[in-house]
Each structure stands twice: as C-alpha cells, then as structure tokens.
T-cell receptor, first 115, second 113 residues
Framework: DAGVTQSPTHLIKTRGQHVTLRCSPI?????VSWYQQVLGQGPQFIFQ???????GRGNFPDRFSARQFPNYSSELNVNALLLGDSALYLC??????????????FGPGTRLTVT | AQTVTQSQPEMSVQEAETVTLSCTYD???????LFWYKQPPSRQMILVIR????KQQNATENRFSVNFQKAAKSFSLKISDSQLGDAAMYFC??????????WGLGTSLAVNP
C-alpha cells in the first residue's frame, strides 16, 4: 500500500503570493493533520481534519486554511506569504478520530521557500 | 498546556555502541501516548517507537527501547548496537486526548564509524 503522499516536493514563492499544498492519506485513513517545521525546530501543529470537518487548529494566523475532500485528501492553503512561512510542511494521516487511533504516519513533506 | 523537552541538542555515539536520548514532558492528562520519531536528511518523519501511558512495561522495537518513568514524566530512548543509518534527528512527541502531536526540539544524533 502507498504511504502518505504530498505534492509538490519543493516550491518557491514570492512574498505576498498564495500557495496550495496537497496531501493524500494512506488508503483507509480518514484523518489528516498538517504540521509546519521550520529549519532546526520540531514540527508545529497547524490543522487536523476528520471526515471533512476541522477537528483542531494550532496557533497560526487566518492566512492559513485547509480543507478535506470526500476522498479524504486534503489541501493546505496559505495566503499573503511571508518570509517566515518558509518551512517544511508535513502531512500526517491516521485511521480515524478515535482515542485508539493514536499512531500518525507522515508524508515526505513539501519544502516551501518564500523569497 | 502540554510541553515536551529534549535537553540534548546534539549527541554522538561510536558505531556498535549504545546511546540514550533524553525526553521529559509535562501534562495533567492521565491518558496519553509518547513517541520517538526519526528524521533523516531525507526529511521523512519515521516512527521509531511508541509507548502508551497506561502500560507499565517499557516498549521495545529491535535495537530501540524506551525507559518510561511516568511519575517523573521521563521518556528516554536507548539505541543499542548503533549503526551508521541511525544518524538522524530524533524527536520526542506527546499525544493527549486531542491526538495533536506536541514535539520537542529534537536531538541530532551522529554515529561515528
């Protein structure tokens, strides 16, 4: 079975632009989470979605938004890009939203560079 | 709020030797999970080992084992018979009731031949 996939792998954008990152979870997984990892730091939680509904949101500005589609894939959108948005964006999936489903599987990430 | 602390920014170990990475956490929850993830230069985050807080027995996965001290809120990772491929960033992570992962800052492990 395929693991979590993310696209694109790398992306270069200019300040003020908009970006859309995409994630496909492992087959059968219905929950997707997004994390931002700035170089030299641990990941920071951005969003969690389950069954197309937002189930959690981290401390990020409204410029960050996300959605989940009926096939459980997800998009992360960032508007009005700032230099500080340069980071590795990680997507993780897990089977469901039940307490027993605690293990998350990560994709390879999208490296976003804002110039 | 929950926090995760990794006090060792960098560690090194000789090939075939044993190394222990430290992690402490703070929480008021009674039901939670702890994880060690490995992130090699390829940047893919890989789950190394997990521990359920309600289990007293320390988790073991081949050469990787943990020392889970719930009262002390300590969760260290021991790597035995270190291999060159073990060189990576290691992150300790906590997941509570909301299953949102809270991460430490990481420990960079170098393995010397």
């Amino acid at each position: 079975d395929a693991g979590v996939t993310q696209s694109p792998t790398h992306l270069i954008k200019t300040r003020g632009q908009h970006v859309t990152l995409r994630c496909s979870p492992i087959s059968g997984h219905k929950s997707v989470s997004w994390y931002q990892q700035v170089l030299g730091q641990g990941p920071q939680f951005i969003f969690q979605y389950y069954e197309k509904e937002e189930r959690g949101r981290g401390n990020f500005p409204d410029r960050f938004s996300a959605r989940q589609f009926p096939n459980y894939s997800s998009e992360l959108n960032v508007n009005a890009l700032l230099l500080g948005d340069s980071a590795l964006y990680l997507c993780a999936s897990r089977r469901n939203d039940l307490p027993s489903s605690y293990e998350q599987y990560f994709g390879p990430g999208t490296r976003l560079t804002v110039t | 709020a929950q926090t995760v602390t990794q006090s060792q920014p960098e560690m090194s170990v000789q090939e075939a030797e044993t190394v222990t990475l430290s992690c402490t956490y703070d929480t008021s929850e009674s039901d939670y999970y702890l994880f060690w993830y490995k992130q090699p230069p390829s940047r893919q985050m890989i789950l190394v080992i997990r521990q359920e807080a309600y289990k007293q027995q320390n988790a073991t996965e081949n050469r990787f084992s943990v020392n889970f001290q719930k009262a002390a809120k300590s969760f260290s990772l021991k790597i035995s018979d270190s291999q060159l491929g073990d060189a990576a960033m290691y992150f300790c992570a906590y997941a509570g009731n909301n299953r949102k992962l809270i991460w430490g800052l990481g420990t960079s492990l170098a393995v010397n031949p």
